[in-house]
């Protein structure tokens, strides 16, 4: 199994892998041999919470090489105009009457209280080359669905934040 992710989320890992191996890594380091200094370390609360914090710190790096190493790049394919990769789209869900606007997103960077939507979630899944106008049905489960219609598709800025150009 691979991991699927943009380039910009490899990079943004490898600039956390390399902050916390020169920055944080010899702080933690420094907390610890300043904390086993202070004796027993059978009773040394400030020893256990540092060596806690280094090896949180370690198990970082370790999980972050690792989605690197299995992970496959996914580029955005879609014209500009069809909802893909790095898109911000505003969905009607007619069922509720309400529209909602999402950024599609790989599953690494999904957060969807915030409205970054995963490209392999459902939702996601559905609206994939979907075009303004376009309707789509969003399967659930397999015993619930909805339908929703695609109202605007808009690149966004590198950020995720500002919009650049609508369609």
């Known amino acids: 199994m691979y991991n699927r992710l943009t380039q910009k989320d490899i990079e943004d890992m490898e600039k956390e892998i390399e902050h916390r191996r020169l920055v944080l890594r010899p702080k933690l380091l420094e907390e610890v041999k300043t904390a086993r200094a202070h004796g027993d370390l059978s009773e040394n609360f400030e020893y256990t919470a540092a060596k806690r914090e280094k090896n949180r710190n370690e198990s ?3 999980f972050l090489e690792k989605m690197i190493r299995t992970s496959k790049v996914v580029r955005d394919t879609s014209a500009e105009d069809e909802v893909g990769v790095g898109k911000t789209v505003t969905i009607y869900i007619p069922e509720d009457d309400e529209e909602e ?3 599609i997103v790989s599953t690494m960077r999904q957060d969807s209280l915030h409205g970054f939507i995963s490209m392999e979630s459902p939702l996601g899944k559905a609206l994939m080359g979907k075009r303004k106008g376009d ?3 969003v399967q659930v ?3 619930y669905s ?3 219609q695609v109202r605007d598709v808009r690149i966004t800025d590198a950020s995720d934040k500002a919009v650049i150009r609508s369609f």
Do not use: D, L
Request: proline share 0%; net charge positive.
């Open 146 to 148: 909805y339908e929703v």
């Open 60 to 62: 970082r790096i370790r």
């Open 135 to 137: 309707r789509a049905r």
């Open 101 to 103: 606007t999402y950024t």
């Open 141 to 143: 489960n397999s015993g």
